[in-house]
C-alpha cells in the first residue's frame, strides 16, 4: 500500500520535472521506469508468496504502477491553470516531503521486520549509491 500511495506523487514529480525541463525530466522518467522494475518485485513476491496467485501478483504490481500515470493525470488536472515555476518548486518540495516520510515511516520499518541482520542499512546505502550513480552517468 505504501508502495503503491507513493506512486501518485511520482507519476505527478516525473511529469512535471518533464514539463518543467525535458532535460531533466527525461532522465528522470528512465530512473523511475528503472526502479519501477524493483519496486514491482518488492510488491509481487510478497503477494505472491501471501496469496500463491501469480495473476493476482502481477495484477497488484500493475495496480500499484498504474498509480504513477493517475498521479500525474490527477496533479495536471487541478494544476494545469496555475503553472509557473514557483507552483514547480512547491510540488516538487512537497512530493520529496511525501517521499522520506513514506521511506522513513512506513518502507524502512516494514524492511527492518523481515531482515535479519544489517539488511535494510545495505539496501539503503545501495540504493543512495545506485542514485548518485546514476546522477554522476546523467550529470545532474
Ligand atoms: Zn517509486
Same mark, same amino acid.
Given at each position: 500500500?505504501?508502495?503503491?500511495?507513493? #506512486?501518485?506523487? @511520482?507519476?505527478?514529480?516525473?511529469?512535471?520535472?518533464?514539463?518543467?525541463?525535458?532535460?531533466?525530466?527525461?532522465?528522470?522518467?528512465?530512473?523511475?521506469?528503472?526502479? #519501477?522494475?524493483? @519496486?514491482?518485485?518488492?510488491?509481487?513476491?510478497?503477494?505472491?508468496?501471501?496469496?500463491? #496467485?501469480?495473476?493476482?501478483?502481477?495484477?497488484?504490481?500493475?495496480?500499484?504502477?498504474?498509480? @504513477?500515470?493517475?498521479?500525474?493525470?490527477?496533479?495536471?488536472?487541478?494544476?494545469?491553470?496555475?503553472?509557473?515555476?514557483?507552483?514547480?518548486?512547491?510540488?516538487?518540495?512537497?512530493?520529496?516531503?511525501?517521499?522520506?516520510?513514506?521511506?522513513?515511516? @512506513?518502507?524502512?520499518?516494514?524492511?527492518?521486520?523481515?531482515?535479519?541482520?544489517?539488511?535494510?542499512?545495505?539496501?539503503?546505502?545501495?540504493?543512495?549509491?545506485?542514485?548518485?550513480?546514476?546522477?554522476?552517468?546523467?550529470?545532474?
Amino acid at each position: 500500500m505504501a508502495i503503491t500511495l507513493h #506512486n501518485f506523487p @511520482e507519476g505527478l514529480a516525473t511529469f512535471f520535472s518533464m514539463l518543467d525541463s525535458p532535460g531533466i525530466g527525461a532522465p528522470l522518467a528512465a530512473a523511475i521506469a528503472i526502479h #519501477n522494475i524493483p @519496486e514491482g518485485i518488492a510488491i509481487a513476491v510478497p503477494v505472491y508468496f501471501a496469496t500463491r #496467485n501469480k495473476w493476482y501478483a502481477v495484477g497488484a504490481s500493475l495496480i500499484s504502477g498504474l498509480a @504513477e500515470p493517475l498521479g500525474a493525470l490527477i496533479g495536471y488536472a487541478l494544476l494545469a491553470p496555475y503553472l509557473s515555476q514557483t507552483v514547480f518548486g512547491t510540488v516538487f518540495g512537497m512530493i520529496a516531503g511525501v517521499m522520506v516520510f513514506l521511506a522513513l515511516d @512506513e518502507l524502512l520499518p516494514a524492511a527492518k521486520r523481515y531482515a535479519q541482520g544489517h539488511e535494510t542499512v545495505y539496501g539503503l546505502v545501495s540504493g543512495m549509491a545506485v542514485l548518485a550513480l546514476s546522477m554522476i552517468l546523467f550529470k545532474w
